[in-house]
Each structure stands twice: as C-alpha cells, then as structure tokens.
C-alpha cells in the first residue's frame, strides 16, 4: 500500500487526477470505477480541467459507479447518477452508453446486481477504483459488518449513514434507507484502488483503515489485501497515522531509487542511497 500525503484537499485532488489521467492515457479504452460523495468532487474538477484544457480524452472510457441509493430515479437531484453528470459526464467527452451505474429502481434486485457484476467482468474488469471512506469506515456502502468477500447487492444503509445523508435531504423521511453497492470483494478485483481522504474527521477511521486489523467492522481495512493501492490523503486526514514518516521516507526513496537506475551506474556499483 502506498500512501501518499498531501498538504491539503486541493493537492489531494490534483494528486489523485494525475494518476487517473495516466491511467486513461495508457490505456484510452480503460474502465474507471467511480465514487460519490464529497471527497472526489475536486478530483473530478481537475479531470475536467485536463479534458478542456490539455484535451484528455473520455471517449473510448467506461465507468462502473460503485453505488446508488435505492428507491431514487436517476433524474433525482440526490441520486448518484444525478451526481456523477452534474460533476464529471457533462462535462467530458465520454460516450453515454459507456456510463454504468446501478439502478436504483431495479425491481429485482438481485438480478441487476448479478447483471452488474457481469457487465463490469465483460468489460474487462477495472483498471482503477476510485473510493472515499465513510465515517464508520465503509467503501462503497460497505457498512460495519458486510463480508469482506461481498458481491454487488442491496445493502441497508446504518443509521450514522442514514444522519451523514441527511443533509442532502429536506426530512429524514426522505433519506434513502438502502443501496445498491458492488461488494468488497467486487472492488478488491479492480487492478488498482485509489483510496482518498481528507479533512479532521475522516482522521481516526484512515488509521484503523490503513494501520488497524483487518475486519469486517471497518471495510475499507479490506484494502490492506490488495496488491496494489494508493492511498492519497491531506495533513488533517493523516494526522493519527502512526507510520506516517514511514509513508513519507518511502515516496521520497523511491524517487530516488528512480534516478539511480536511470543513471549510468546504477544501484549496487554506484554511490548507493543516500537520503
Ligand atoms: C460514494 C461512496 C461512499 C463515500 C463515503 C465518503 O459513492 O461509495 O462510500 O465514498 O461515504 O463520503 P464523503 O466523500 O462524502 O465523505
């Protein structure tokens, strides 16, 4: 797991953009998975900034979203499909029928999940997962307790969620109580997950995501599984990391041992590492 620290939110999201335009750089015909929420919004920002300005191109990019409360239409102002164009597809060249997002209206749920899980395997799998954490260490809608082997489902959403929505909604009675959500073990089959945090409150629970046990009680801790995340987060969000001068060291070393093995005398015969 990498973790890289940024200084604040705007660094954070510039951080993140960089590597997602990288990834649809290499590969112009990439599957992106997406998140909501108020954590990506300035990466999307960004990537909508390199669209208009530098001309990085959607038009040969899928997106898998992670989730979608169920019970709202997609034309609803706090649906996440709502969301995803109003922040990033209206904005960018990507193909409508390239947009994937779970149906918050589907009758049968299960069919559609097992529909989504499908999709998202026809079209090669993600090459890169973007996710932000919940204040009860969910990914996705991955609440305390969901099996750390879960597929797409319908899940209940638990009561801290249901309050951290509330906000978005004009009553409580108008929160959406469930959600469509690829499971954990959906999203630890992306290639890459791109984990971002920031702001004091998200501080605890990035520890306990990134440095506690792995348990089905914080879900993001499932991330520690995978061979290959980056963790991108601000000051505030990384202020109860225990290794964070670890984090730090490792990104500064790895610089370095680039330009070492760039170099004409490479790593062991030449003038080895110095910090
Ligand atoms: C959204 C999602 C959620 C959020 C999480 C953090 O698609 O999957 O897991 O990433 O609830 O939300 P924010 O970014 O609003 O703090």
């Known amino acids: 797991m990498r973790v890289i620290v940024e200084k604040d939110y705007d660094g954070m999201s510039k951080k993140a953009a960089q590597i ?15 998140a909501t929420g108020s954590t990506p919004l300035g990466l999307y920002r960004e990537l909508i900034r390199m669209h208009k300005e530098e001309g990085l191109d959607f038009s ?31 904005h960018i ?47 996705a809608f991955n609440e305390p307790g969901s099996s750390l082997g879960s597929r797409t489902r319908l ?37 890459r997950c791109l984990l971002l945090a920031n702001g004091s409150k998200k501080a605890k629970v990035l520890a306990q995501a990134i440095e506690g046990p792995i348990t089905a009680q914080v879900t993001a801790s499932a991330l520690q599984l995978h061979p290959n995340v980056i963790v991108i987060a601000d000051e505030e969000a990384t202020s109860e990391l225990k290794r964070k001068d670890y984090y730090a060291h ?16 490479g790593l062991i015969y030449g003038g080895g590492i110095k910090e």
């Open 20 to 34: 997602v335009a990288e990834v649809v750089r290499e590969k112009p015909d990439c599957v992106l998975g997406l």
């Open 60 to 90: 040969r990019v899928k997106t898998f979203n992670l989730d979608e409360y169920y019970g709202l239409p997609p034309n609803h102002p706090q649906s996440y499909n709502y969301f995803m164009h109003q922040h990033l597809f209206d």
């Open 93 to 139: 060249n990507i193909a409508p029928q390239n947009i994937n997002i779970p149906n918050g209206l589907a009758r049968d749920a299960e069919a559609f999940c097992a529909e989504y899980e499908r999709m998202i395997k026809d079209a090669g799998g993600i090459d890169i997962q973007v996710l932000g954490i919940g204040g009860d260490g969910h990914i």
């Open 155 to 191: 899940k209940t959403l638990t009561e801290e969620t249901i309050r951290d929505n509330a906000r978005f909604f004009s009553s409580m009675e108008e929160v959406p109580k469930f959600a469509i959500t690829m499971g954990v073990g959906t999203i630890l089959e992306a290639r």
């Open 250 to 265: 490792v990104e500064r070393m790895t610089e370095k041992l680039k330009d070492i093995l760039a170099s004409a005398e």
